[in-house]
C-alpha cells in the first residue's frame, strides 16, 4: 500500500468509500439515472461515495477520469456506469482494461448470466469489465438503471469487502518488509 492510501475502511467493519464515474454524453451528474441507483445501493449497504465524476464518452477522457480516482488516496473502489455496450461511442471497456493489473474474468460471465435471466438474449449487448488497478478493484457497468443495479447489488456489493481486502497492497516499512515481514 503506499503512502496515498488514506482510504476510509482500514478494518472490515468500516465502510468503503467509492469513486462513481459516469460516462455519458447524453447525461450529466444530475440526470444520471444508472449513477444514482449506484449511489443509492452503496449508501443503503454503509458505504461512502468519496467522489461522483461525469466524463463524456472519449477514450482519452475516460482513462484520465479513471486513472485520476484509482490514484485518489481516499478511494477504495471505482464504480463506472455508461459507455459499455456497442454503439460506437461506447469506450468504457477499452478505455479502462489497460489500466487494470488483474482482471476479474468472472464478473463479465456472471453479470451476463444474471442479466440474460433478467432481459434475456438482449444481454448479449452489454460490455462489462472488472479487475484490480493499483490495488483497488474497479468495475465498468452499463448505463442503464436495470445493468446498474443488477452489477452493483447482485455481484459488487456481495463481494466487495473481500475484493477490497484481496486487492490491497500491504504496507512497506522502512526496511522495505510489508506488513507481513515479507520482503
Given at each position: 500500500m503506499d503512502e496515498r492510501r488514506e482510504t476510509t475502511a482500514a478494518t472490515s467493519d468500516d465502510p468503503l468509500a467509492v469513486a462513481v464515474v459516469t460516462i455519458?454524453?447524453?447525461?450529466?451528474?444530475?440526470?444520471?439515472?444508472?449513477?444514482?441507483?449506484?449511489?443509492?445501493?452503496?449508501?443503503?449497504?454503509?458505504?461512502?461515495?468519496?467522489?461522483?465524476?461525469?466524463?463524456?464518452?472519449?477514450?482519452?477522457?475516460?482513462?484520465?477520469?479513471?486513472?485520476?480516482?484509482?490514484?485518489?488516496?481516499?478511494?477504495?473502489?471505482?464504480?463506472?456506469?455508461?459507455?459499455?455496450?456497442?454503439?460506437?461511442?461506447?469506450?468504457?471497456?477499452?478505455?479502462?482494461?489497460?489500466?487494470?493489473?488483474?482482471?476479474?474474468?468472472?464478473?463479465?460471465?456472471?453479470?451476463?448470466?444474471?442479466?440474460?435471466?433478467?432481459?434475456?438474449?438482449r444481454a448479449v449487448a452489454s460490455r462489462t469489465l472488472a479487475g484490480v488497478a493499483d490495488g483497488k478493484p474497479v468495475f465498468c457497468l452499463p448505463g442503464n438503471v436495470g445493468g446498474a443495479r443488477l452489477g452493483t447489488e447482485s455481484i459488487i456489493l456481495p463481494e466487495a469487502r473481500h475484493l477490497v481486502d484481496l486487492a490491497d497492497v500491504p504496507d512497506e516499512d522502512e526496511d522495505g518488509e510489508n506488513e507481513t515481514g515479507d520482503t
Open positions: 455519458a454524453a447524453d447525461r450529466t451528474l444530475s440526470t444520471d439515472e444508472a449513477g444514482e441507483t449506484i449511489v443509492a445501493a452503496l449508501e443503503e449497504a454503509g458505504h461512502e461515495v468519496a467522489t461522483r465524476e461525469h466524463v463524456s464518452p472519449d477514450h482519452d477522457g475516460v482513462q484520465s477520469i479513471v486513472l485520476r480516482v484509482i490514484e485518489r488516496g481516499d478511494v477504495d473502489l471505482v464504480i463506472t456506469a455508461g459507455a459499455a455496450s456497442v454503439e460506437p461511442d461506447d469506450v468504457a471497456v477499452e478505455a479502462v482494461e489497460p489500466l487494470l493489473d488483474k482482471e476479474l474474468t468472472a464478473f463479465r460471465e456472471l453479470f451476463t448470466t444474471l442479466a440474460y435471466e433478467e432481459v434475456g438474449t
